[in-house]
């Protein structure tokens, strides 16, 4: 049982390109979340997903797309990178809403 | 709109001391609470809980809460802090309401432990 996993681990991007970061879980969770992590910032929520097929904005949207065409893969596409999107982002599923959230080890975004 | 605050930036406590660090909240119905740790370079980990009934909640680690409308706060607490407890640490209120759901964390507390 993996858990949460997101590839890459660490990216620098040039300011207009695009990219997406992948996430994945493995416990049939429902509910999926992007996290962005800013020093002296705590986490602030980019978008979610409470099922296949069913994204909603969250606090920091701009800049990001999403979509979940499966349960199981939640990728955060940067249609094109700027620097204020220099991050660490995280992703995390839970079975249920109310309970815990499951975070996957993070990556590490650079945008010059 | 909800929010939470967490009004220590940086907190440094002694191996063997007590612990309390402090968490509010903004919010208009019955909060759904928690607290949650992150460990130097890895993701977030839940240590309690808080939606309703005893107001004193338990936790993994030895760490415990206590919510109190009243005061609008639900405060983490440790009797003796470990060396391992060095982490920062998250409050967070869940809000849920016309179908959306959505997780606000206040900025952190990081915890420093002098051996």
């Known amino acids: 049982n993996a858990g949460v996993t997101q590839t890459p681990k660490f990216q620098v991007l040039k300011t207009g390109q695009s990219m997406t970061l992948q996430c994945a879980q493995d416990m049939n969770h429902e509910y999926m979340s992007w996290y962005r992590q800013d020093p002296g910032m705590g986490l602030r929520l980019i978008h979610y997903s409470v099922g296949a097929g069913i994204t909603d904005q969250g606090e920091v949207p701009n800049g990001y797309n999403v979509s979940r065409s499966t349960t199981e893969d939640f990728p955060l596409r940067l249609l094109s990178a700027a620097p204020s999107q220099t991050s660490v982002y995280f992703c995390?599923?839970?079975?249920?809403?109310?309970?815990?959230?499951?975070f996957g080890p993070g990556t590490r975004l650079t945008v010059l | 709109a909800q929010s939470v605050t967490q009004p220590d930036i940086h907190i440094t406590v002694s191996e063997g001391a007590s612990l309390e660090l402090r968490c509010n909240y903004s919010y208009g119905a019955t909060p759904y609470l928690f607290w949650y740790v992150q460990s130097p370079g890895q993701g977030l980990q839940l240590l309690l809980k808080y939606f309703s009934g005893d107001t004193l909640v338990q936790g993994i680690k030895g760490f415990e809460a206590e919510f109190k409308r009243s005061q609008s706060s639900f405060n983490l607490r440790k009797p003796s802090v470990h060396w391992s407890d060095a982490a920062e640490y998250f409050c967070?209120?869940?809000?849920?309401?016309?179908?959306?759901?959505?997780?606000?964390f206040g900025k952190g507390t990081k915890l420093s432990v002098i051996p």
């Open positions: 995390a599923s839970s079975g249920d809403w109310t309970n815990e959230q499951f």
């Open positions: 967070a209120v869940l809000y849920s309401g016309a179908g959306s759901y959505q997780l606000t």
